[in-house]
């Protein structure tokens, strides 16, 4: 296939890197250095070179012939991106973001073509704007969000090296999903511990429970199913840094508004651990943004 990836942060170079050994990939950045960068020197992953063509987003009406798109921004590029795609494709696009706010908009869009969400297992940490680590080994669920071509993109995408997996219901995928995030991510990144940390420290665990308890009320989640799904998560990932917390030490902005923000949005009832999870995370960045001028 010829496939577009969008977005060159972790997950956007490990894809672009691991599809290109079946599929003829080439590569959107934001910046011209990066795209220049790439295509001169490729993308190391592992150590390895991957030699790929990269141009950027704003070239993207060059883009010509191309069966699919891969959307790997952060959540919060992903409107922009959107505008762009919308009056330009013409093939299906899959967007591999954490969170659901971005749902909302693209089941209301007018687009002729198929629209597939993901669900990203991969570890994947970005040394610098070439190189990548797969840090862990899993896989990335796909289901419909529109029209019908996840079965048929699963079977073309699925390598053993680099697995994806169809998954009939989009809103429990990414639901699951937003719910581990909505307890593991704002935690670890307001205490500034691993992943692991949440289930070893009780009085931690605790808040831990009571935002899966929220979160899992909001979505109409089983409370009980849910939280032996984020402790399995937190155990499988219990050396890592998440991605909020590391949004919050680089000084980034994080992904809260699509995570502990949708919670919000969805809840029926008051949510006050996540209310005040989400507003510790927006002071957070906003305290880290003043330090950082
Ligand atoms: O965002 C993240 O960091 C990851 O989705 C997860 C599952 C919380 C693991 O760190």
């Not at 079965?151 to 990414?174: Q, S, T």
């Not at 939280?227 to 990932?237: C, E, G, K, L």
């Not at 919050?248 to 809260?256: L, N, W």
């Amino acid at each position: 296939m010829r496939i577009t990836v969008i977005g060159a942060g972790a997950i956007g170079l490990l894809a672009a890197a691991k599809l290109s050994s079946m599929h003829q990939v080439q590569l959107l950045t934001r910046t011209n250095v990066q795209a220049e960068l790439i295509s001169a020197k490729g993308i190391r992953l592992d150590g390895e070179t991957i030699h790929i063509k990269a141009i950027t987003l704003d070239d993207l009406y060059t883009v010509q012939s191309t069966d699919l798109y891969i959307v790997c921004t952060k959540q919060y590029d992903v409107k922009s991106v959107w505008d762009k795609l919308v009056s330009h494709a013409a093939a299906p696009v899959v967007f591999l973001q954490n969170g659901m706010a971005h749902t909302d908009m693209l089941r209301s869009a007018a687009f002729d073509y198929p629209i597939i969400v993901g669900s990203v297992e991969q570890g994947a940490l970005r040394v610098d704007q070439q190189s990548v680590l797969h840090t862990g080994k899993a896989v990335i669920r796909l289901a419909n969000l529109t029209g019908n071509s996840a079965e048929m993109l699963v079977k073309h995408l699925h390598d053993p090296n680099f697995p994806f997996l169809l998954e009939k219901n989009w809103h429990r995928m990414l639901g699951k999903k937003l719910i581990a995030n909505a307890v593991i991510n704002p935690l670890t990144a307001i205490y500034r511990v691993k992943n692991g940390e949440l289930l070893e420290r009780p009085a931690f665990c605790a808040i831990a429970q009571k935002l899966c308890e929220e979160a899992a009320e909001a979505l109409d989640f089983d409370f009980a199913e849910q939280w032996v799904y984020v402790r399995q998560i937190i155990m499988a990932t219990k050396g890592n840094r998440s991605s909020m917390l590391k949004d919050i030490e680089a000084g980034r902005k994080t992904e809260v508004e699509s995570i502990s923000g949708y919670v919000q949005k969805h809840a029926k009832r008051a949510v006050p651990y996540t209310d005040f999870v989400y507003y510790s995370i927006l002071g957070l960045t906003r305290q880290q943004e003043r330090t950082s001028l």
